[in-house]
């Protein structure tokens, strides 16, 4: 009689611990149409060689302007990009702790805009960051750094917590994904061939105070020692966007910062002439973000200098990763003709325009 | 008997885990909802019910209070010289710049909502000043003069606070370089 109340009971709590996390995976946003963004820091798990040269930590001036297939198609090197929607210092900080319990890269690439923020700026950018680290001690303390006060750490534990009350928003996207997700990045980079010329940017606002926080210090220290201590060379990189203005004082600290710790830093803004960078066609939000063509001038920009200052190999006739490398070219040209086709078709690329389909089918 | 109780507990623990937000406090921030109390940035919206701010900007007889709904501003003023949209990072909003002459005044949107409101009024020249007279090139004298001793002082930047504006000047050299009216973001 005991045995069987036992076992009854380890069935019981199976059986709401399975449903729970049915329920917590129907009801998590999936990221697949609209903000995409959400997806990109998850994928990063399901790759099936996590064993790159090159990791990129920062936020969409990572993720939006450097795309790892020109890095292997010109170089043979391998790279990965650990980006997500305004990731901060510290979200970039405890992204590499994880990254590292399953690679050793030999370069780390790190975007220092986000020095700018030294606070948490929105719960959806927590969310778009951390929920996709899978649970550890590193997530704890990621979610635990950048909590806004009135988040919960226990959500993050169990986002179910969090999301229960979207049951009344469920819609197709959270069946259909329910269990598989699509891919949507190609090693990270987000791609986007649409253009939007830049113009001219508004004027930059005085600041009171050009020096950045303490608490950005001390998560950039962090990150040196990380990668001091696991041998990896760590670059730090200003990528070309134009908005938002990338102070001369924000710059001069950078400088500083990379010649006391031994470290390269590379302001592409120095040298857009260089890269080949107009834009006028490289950009696809008037000069925030780069469109396709302008991340693979990037590439190449960067990979050129990664390649020659570190010595990396180049793996090109390597068999085993010729092999990955292809399916993922592959997935690349074939996204990047079906962006086109819909540039054709509607003028705009429908996933980053919903709203802007919706209503042209509503008119229909 | 054993199953029943089981079932009553799984049943129990479901609601629990589904049923308990209910939908005034739906925290679902992605995608945003207007709805959302955790509204991105925390933006205190209904400017028609706030107390106003004794800081505001007026322009051609236009007030330009922070947090209005900035519709009606921008027909008033008219067609700016220059127009800058900034979409945020997966689509949490939209902060555009119109430029006037003399002013640029930013407006955000919020999430999937898109009425915009004025986020902030930045002079760009001594061609436009405050209500109490202070512009680009005024003394930090004057500046103290028109508004009183009871400011914030954050590096070069002096800010008078009334109800959920900032009105900044910075000052280089005794003198002010910037005049900006923003609203606090909490």
Redesign the interface.
């Known amino acids: 009689m005991r045995k069987k109340k036992i076992i ?1 009971f380890v ?2 709590i199976l ?2 611990f399975t ?2 996390w049915l ?1 917590q995976k129907l ?1 998590m ?1 999936k ?1 697949m149409t ?2 995409v ?2 997806a990109l820091i998850s994928e990063y798990y399901d790759e099936k060689n996590k064993d790159h040269d090159v990791i990129f930590i920062g ?2 001036e990572v993720y939006e302007n450097f795309s790892p297939i020109t890095l292997w198609e010109k170089y043979g090197i391998t790279s990965y990009i650990r980006g997500s ?2 990731q901060l210092i510290w979200h970039s900080y405890y992204i590499l702790e994880d990254t590292l319990k399953y690679e050793k890269p030999d370069v780390v690439v790190f975007s220092v805009l986000s020095m700018m923020y030294d606070k948490p ?5 927590n ?2 960051s951390i929920d996709g680290l899978p649970l550890s001690l590193t997530k704890i303390k990621m979610a635990k750094a950048s909590m806004l006060p ?1 988040e919960d750490l226990i959500t993050y534990v169990f986002p ?10 469920l819609s197709e996207e959270d069946f259909k994904y329910w269990f598989k997700k699509d891919k949507i990045a190609h090693n990270g980079y987000l791609m986007r061939v649409d253009v939007k010329p830049a ?5 930059p ?5 050009y020096r950045f926080g303490d608490i950005c210090y001390d998560y950039l220290d962090k990150i040196v020692k990380l990668c001091k201590d696991n041998d990896i060379e760590l670059v730090l990189l200003k990528a070309p966007s134009l ?2 203005h990338w102070y001369d004082e924000w710059d001069a600290q950078i400088v500083d910062y990379a010649k006391k710790n031994d470290l390269l830093y590379i302001n592409m803004l120095d040298h857009l002439e260089q890269i080949g960078l107009d834009f006028s066609t490289d950009t696809y ?2 000069g ?1 973000h780069l469109n396709l063509s302008g991340a693979e001038k990037c590439s190449v920009f960067l990979g050129k200098i990664l390649k020659e200052k570190f010595n990396l190999a180049d793996k090109r006739q390597d068999e085993n990763l010729k092999a990955i490398w292809q399916e993922k070219i592959d997935a690349y040209y074939k996204m990047k003709e079906e962006q086109y086709k819909e540039l054709e078709e509607y003028g705009y690329l429908l996933k980053f325009n919903l ?1 802007r389909a919706e209503e042209d089918n509503r008119l229909q | 008997m054993m199953k029943i109780k089981i079932f009553a507990i799984l049943i129990s623990v479901l609601v629990l885990l589904t049923g308990c937000g209910s939908s005034s406090q739906n925290p679902n921030p992605l995608p945003p909802s207007p709805s959302a109390t955790t509204t991105p940035g925390n933006l205190q919206t209904a400017p028609g019910i706030e107390e106003k701010s004794i800081y505001y900007f007026s322009h051609n007889g236009i007030d330009i209070y922070m947090n209005d709904v900035a519709k009606p501003i921008l027909d008033a003023l008219g067609e700016p010289m220059h127009y800058f949209e900034s979409p945020s990072c997966a689509f949490q909003g939209m902060d555009r710049v119109y430029t006037y002459n003399g002013f640029e005044l930013y407006t955000y949107t919020d999430g999937d909502d898109d009425t915009e409101y004025v986020l902030s009024v930045v002079f760009m020249n001594d061609g436009v000043e405050t209500n109490e007279g202070i512009t680009i090139g005024s003394k930090l004298a004057d500046v103290i003069s028109a508004y009183g001793v009871k400011f914030v002082q954050d590096g070069s930047k002096y800010t008078y606070t009334s109800v959920n504006t900032d009105l900044s000047f910075v000052i280089e050299n005794d003198e002010v370089v910037e005049v900006s009216y923003n609203l606090i973001l909490e």
């Open positions: 009854s069935i019981l059986a709401v449903l729970g329920l009801l946003p990221y609209k903000i963004e959400g936020d969409c929607a305004q700026q929105k719960e959806a950018y969310r778009m009135e179910l917590l969090r999301f229960h009350s979207r049951w009344n928003e113009s001219s940017f508004p004027k606002r005085k600041l009171a105070d908005y938002p939000d008037a925030l709203k």
